[in-house]
């Protein structure tokens, strides 16, 4: 059973950062696809970036491109997105993903994933 714990979220005035972190567990972290998704109120569930088993292929939505960034490291199964600039339009509950198959057509497509985890909001104000 393939498990992903999200982390990080909090209250923060527009122009803070935060750090989501999201661990998985049963499976084999390096093999898996990582992905972040964010659910605005009353907004359909978006894709946010990804990033490729080694780490090196990132992807991301064009409305955070500069401001987010995705990382993963494969020795803690962990991987992270660290959001800068925050705008209150970047308000949603943030939910991370996995697959272990994934194409640069169809990374931004929930049905793409797997595994979910259950989300950590992040509020920002103004």
């Known amino acids: 059973q393939v498990q992903l714990v999200e982390s990080g979220g909090d209250s923060v005035q527009t122009g803070g950062s935060l750090r989501l972190s999201c661990v998985v567990s049963?499976?084999?972290?390096?093999?898996?696809?990582m992905t972040w998704f964010r659910r605005a109120p009353e907004k359909e569930r978006e894709a946010v970036a990804t990033?490729?088993?080694?780490?090196?292929?990132?992807k991301y939505a064009d409305s955070v491109k500069g401001r987010f960034f995705i990382t993963r490291n494969n020795a803690k199964n962990t991987v992270y997105l660290e959001m800068n600039k925050l705008r209150p339009e970047d308000t949603a509950l943030y939910y991370c993903?996995?697959?272990?198959?994934?194409?640069?057509?169809?990374?931004?497509?929930?049905?793409?994933?797997?595994?979910w985890g259950q989300g950590t909001q992040v509020t920002v104000s103004s």
């Open positions: 990033v490729g088993t080694s780490g090196t292929l990132t």
């Open positions: 049963g499976n084999t972290f390096s093999k898996l696809y």
């Open positions: 993903a996995a697959t272990e198959t994934w194409s640069g057509d169809t990374w931004f497509r929930e049905e793409t994933y797997n595994f």
